[in-house]
């Protein structure tokens, strides 16, 4: 049986109209109309044809309905900026992480969702200190995001997005939190964009569907205080506040340049004039686009763990992707950023996944 969501969501995977794909696959426009309001039953050449223009497997196309991501409820790092077409693409990449997601949970027990509901929280630094307090992280800086948020229940995935419109988005399914993170920027940004969405995921449970700027701001405040705690900073970083005390202190919070800046100037530890002159230095030394000398990515926990176990028993990516019916490049897509600083160092043995 062909299945015309999934027509749907491979073409808006591959952020294609139907026109243009329909001139890919060398059919006529009404055709894939016709097909993805299931209104018409392909032919095997047609499936082919399609398949071969997406670069899905035929057999993808034959699946059960895959789990929709609903729009309204996903919170996105930067809607306003986003094409429709990119966010359709990236909804599509989320629906692919539950398929994922699924084909995980049915053979490894992950763990269990322990966040708060801090819908009624109108004060994100006061959210961002209540979360602390409930995971006991007390005031010191957090080492590794990624892996506290693995243990924490929050189902972690990558995306291959190749435009600075689409940071990160998350949202909630099922009551399990779900966060997918584009790791296109420093290293420092991406854990900024992971807590981002952290604040999003226990202040804004039903998402922002209107790109309201106002939730945007709560949650790149709350990711502030959650990186950066108000006791911390105050008793740590000097009074007097140079663009040199920034970049050494930046290392303890393991942020960015920008992002410790920002920090301060909530604080009120720079002043508007001082702030807007640090940033104009910082963006002379390079801290606009990158981050120099920046930290070391962070990795999945979870991921590597789950990959080293299919490794023993000999199961490769192009294995995980025929049973879940998806192209390698998908796979890879979804948990490449959140694992590749210990793939890259490894030789590869044929086709098997890459793992230490």
């Not at 049986?1 to 060398?26: D, I, P, Q």
Request: charged share 25%; hydrophobic share 40%.
């Amino acid at each position: 049986m062909f299945n015309a969501g999934r027509l749907s969501l491979a073409r808006a995977r591959r952020g294609l109209t139907a026109k243009a794909l329909a001139e890919k696959a060398g059919v006529g426009v009404d055709t894939i109309t016709r097909l993805e309001k299931g209104r018409n039953t392909p032919e095997a050449d047609t499936v082919e044809r399609l398949a071969k223009a997406l670069g899905y497997p035929t057999s993808f196309f034959a699946g059960d309905d895959v789990e929709g991501v609903d729009i309204e409820a996903v919170s996105f790092r930067s809607f306003s900026k986003m094409t429709a077409r990119e966010r359709d693409a990236a909804i599509a990449a989320g629906s692919l992480g539950l398929l994922l997601n699924e084909w995980v949970e049915a053979r490894f027990g992950l763990p269990n969702p322990d966040l708060l509901d801090l819908s009624h929280e109108s004060d994100p630094e006061v959210a961002a200190v209540q979360l602390r307090q409930h995971w006991g992280l007390g005031q010191q800086p957090i080492g590794n995001l990624l892996a506290l948020l693995e243990t924490k229940g929050i189902r972690l995935f990558s995306l291959s997005e190749n435009t600075a419109s689409v940071n990160a988005f998350s949202f909630w399914r099922g009551g399990k939190p779900f966060i997918f993170l584009n790791n296109f920027k420093s290293a420092e940004s991406s854990r900024f964009d992971a807590a981002h969405e952290l604040g999003h995921l226990v202040m804004h449970k039903h998402g922002d569907p209107k790109g309201d700027r106002s939730l945007e701001r709560e949650a790149n405040y709350f990711a502030s205080a959650f990186l950066m705690p108000f006791d911390d900073v105050l008793a740590r970083v000097p009074r007097f506040v140079s663009t040199d005390v920034v970049l050494k202190s930046k290392v303890r919070y393991r942020v960015s340049a920008m992002g410790l800046a920002y920090r301060l100037h909530q604080l009120n530890r720079l002043s508007d004039w001082q702030y807007k002159s640090m940033c104009i230095d910082l963006s002379r030394r390079g801290y606009r686009s990158g981050e120099p000398d920046g930290i070391e990515r962070e990795t999945s926990v979870v991921w590597r763990k789950l990959l080293t176990l299919l490794w023993q028993e000999k199961v490769t990516r192009e294995d995980i992707a025929k049973e879940l019916g998806i192209p390698i490049d998908e796979l890879e897509g979804l948990i490449w950023s959140l694992t590749a600083s210990f793939e890259r160092t490894v030789p590869v043995p044929g086709n098997a996944l890459r793992i230490v």
